[in-house]
Structures are given as structure tokens and as C-alpha cells.
């Protein structure tokens, strides 16, 4: 019944928004952070918490350290899109969906089709010379040994990755509450709105309806007009699907 109601409310909407977080890619393989197998509930070798290894003043500190958890821990070069980013990807072909908003770094929703993508924590796939501002792959920073350094000018390559400690990228936000402020309907999909101030662009939305698809509880269940408690891999798949056979 509740796939069905999100069916509805996508047929009566030409302008959706999705606001995406970890979950989104558990079903590609991408572990997500917070839930009890999550990343940041592992031990790891170092008396570090992993969000202090993702910090910029651990990645100043101490590169070596921070590239070999950065690439065995955040970087998955295997992953490929599931259901979830290619009804999305689609959803935007049919011209209801205007922007997808995501937590993630993986680069995945682009890879499915995906063309008004706002990444607000930067990507993976994108990195930069500290020095040259010269432009790698991820394939660079994975074969590099040790520390990756700029065959141009010997500086070390950093991740186009939002650090801990580091702000947000303004044209990014700005594009991304611009899309939420403009929607009719909100999709917060895969977070629990935990991580700030990412979780807190959900307050522009001023539209019609908000959903929630997400395993467990959030802070927008309340005064969501539809919340789904189930993987949103299938959930965003069987909606869409039964948008096309309308």
C-alpha cells in the first residue's frame, strides 16, 4: 500500500527533489556509516575514531595513515548503480524528478543516469593537486603507493572529499537548497538525518509532500506525509515501475 501511495504522489508531481544518504548505496556494496555494521562502528588499528581518520588535520598530520584507510575504506571501485539510482535516473527522464541531493561520495547516481546530481560531501572520482590543482582519478589515488603525489609537481594529491573540518562548497549548497526551496515534493531517502549541516537543508522544503523511505526511524517521520520503513533499493524500483505501466 505504501509503495502505491508513492506512486501516486509521483504521477501528480513534475517537480521532485531526492535527498539521499549512506543507505542509498548499501545495495551496491558500499557499507554505510552509522548503522551497527557500519563504518563508523568498527575498531580499527589506530586509537582513532574514523571520523578523526577522515579529518583534514589527520590528512596534514599524518597522509600516509589517512590514504591507507581512506582507499581500503571509502573508495569502491567495483561499485555499480542499484534499482534505487536507476529509478531515480529514470524519474528524471520523465521529467518529474529536477535534482538529486546526496551525502555520498561514490559517484553512483551519475553513473546511472543521473545529470542535476548536488554532492555535497564531494566525490571520489574528483581529485586535485594541493599545489598545481592538476586532475586525477580515483584509479591515480588507488595505484599510487603510500602518499599519491603529483607526477607534475611533486604535491600530494588530495581527495575532492569534505573532510571533517572542513566547510561545504558554497555553489553546491546554494544549488541544493534552491532545488529543495523549489520542490513540490521532497524525497529524503537512505539518512537519518543525522550528520549536519547536510541533514538540515531538509528545513527549505516548502512544498507539498515530504516522504520518507528509510529503514529506520528519523527525525522527519513525524511530519512526513508518507513514511516507508523498507530498503529503498526495492521501494524506489517498484514505484517507478508501476509510474511507467500508468
Same mark, same amino acid.
Given at each position: 500500500?505504501?509503495?502505491?501511495?508513492?506512486?501516486?504522489?509521483? &504521477?501528480?508531481?513534475?517537480?521532485?527533489?531526492?535527498?539521499?544518504?549512506?543507505?542509498?548505496?548499501?545495495?551496491?556494496?558500499?557499507?554505510?556509516?552509522?548503522?551497527?555494521?557500519?563504518?563508523?562502528?568498527?575498531?580499527?588499528?589506530?586509537?582513532?575514531?574514523?571520523?578523526?581518520?577522515?579529518?583534514?588535520?589527520?590528512?596534514?598530520?599524518?597522509?600516509?595513515?589517512?590514504?591507507?584507510?581512506?582507499?581500503?575504506?571509502?573508495?569502491?571501485?567495483?561499485?555499480?548503480?542499484?534499482?534505487?539510482?536507476?529509478?531515480?535516473?529514470?524519474?528524471?527522464?520523465?521529467?518529474?524528478?529536477?535534482?538529486?541531493?546526496?551525502?555520498?561520495?561514490?559517484?553512483?547516481?551519475?553513473?546511472?543516469?543521473?545529470?542535476?546530481?548536488?554532492?555535497?560531501?564531494?566525490?571520489?572520482?574528483?581529485?586535485?593537486?594541493?599545489?598545481?590543482?592538476?586532475?586525477?582519478?580515483?584509479?591515480?589515488?588507488?595505484?599510487?603507493?603510500?602518499?599519491? &603525489?603529483?607526477?607534475?609537481?611533486?604535491?600530494?594529491?588530495?581527495?575532492?572529499?569534505?573532510?571533517?573540518?572542513?566547510?561545504?562548497?558554497?555553489?553546491?549548497?546554494?544549488?541544493?537548497?534552491?532545488?529543495?526551496?523549489?520542490?513540490?515534493?521532497?524525497?529524503?531517502?537512505?539518512?537519518?538525518?543525522?550528520?549536519?549541516?547536510?541533514?538540515?537543508?531538509?528545513?527549505?522544503?516548502?512544498?507539498?509532500?515530504?516522504?520518507?523511505?528509510?529503514?529506520?526511524?528519523?527525525?522527519?517521520?513525524?511530519?512526513?506525509?508518507?513514511?516507508?520503513?523498507?530498503?529503498?533499493?526495492?521501494?524506489?524500483?517498484?514505484?517507478?515501475?508501476?509510474?511507467?505501466?500508468?
Amino acid at each position: 500500500m505504501s509503495v502505491q501511495q508513492l506512486t501516486e504522489i509521483l &504521477r501528480n508531481s513534475n517537480n521532485v527533489v531526492f535527498f539521499g544518504g549512506a543507505g542509498v548505496s548499501t545495495a551496491s556494496g558500499i557499507p554505510d556509516f552509522r548503522s551497527a555494521n557500519g563504518l563508523w562502528n568498527q575498531k580499527y588499528k589506530r586509537n582513532l575514531s574514523p571520523e578523526e581518520m577522515v579529518s583534514r588535520s589527520f590528512f596534514e598530520r599524518d597522509p600516509g595513515d589517512f590514504f591507507a584507510f581512506y582507499k581500503d575504506k571509502l573508495i569502491y571501485p567495483e561499485a555499480k548503480p542499484n534499482a534505487c539510482h536507476y529509478a531515480l535516473a529514470k524519474l528524471e527522464k520523465m521529467g518529474k524528478l529536477k535534482a538529486v541531493v546526496t551525502q555520498n561520495i561514490d559517484g553512483l547516481h551519475q553513473m546511472a543516469g543521473s545529470t542535476n546530481v548536488f554532492e555535497l560531501h564531494g566525490s571520489v572520482l574528483r581529485n586535485f593537486c594541493t599545489r598545481c590543482h592538476a586532475f586525477y582519478g580515483a584509479d591515480f589515488i588507488l595505484k599510487s603507493e603510500g602518499v599519491p &603525489r603529483c607526477p607534475k609537481c611533486g604535491a600530494v594529491v588530495k581527495p575532492d572529499v569534505v573532510l571533517y573540518e572542513e566547510m561545504l562548497d558554497e555553489d553546491v549548497i546554494d544549488g541544493a537548497v534552491k532545488a529543495i526551496a523549489k520542490a513540490d515534493v521532497l524525497i529524503i531517502g537512505g539518512t537519518s538525518l543525522i550528520v549536519y549541516p547536510a541533514a538540515g537543508f531538509v528545513r527549505y522544503f516548502r512544498g507539498n509532500k515530504l516522504v520518507v523511505i528509510n529503514k529506520s526511524s528519523t527525525q522527519a517521520d513525524d511530519y512526513a506525509d508518507l513514511v516507508i520503513h523498507e530498503d529503498i533499493a526495492s521501494v524506489m524500483d517498484q514505484a517507478v515501475k508501476a509510474l511507467e505501466d500508468l
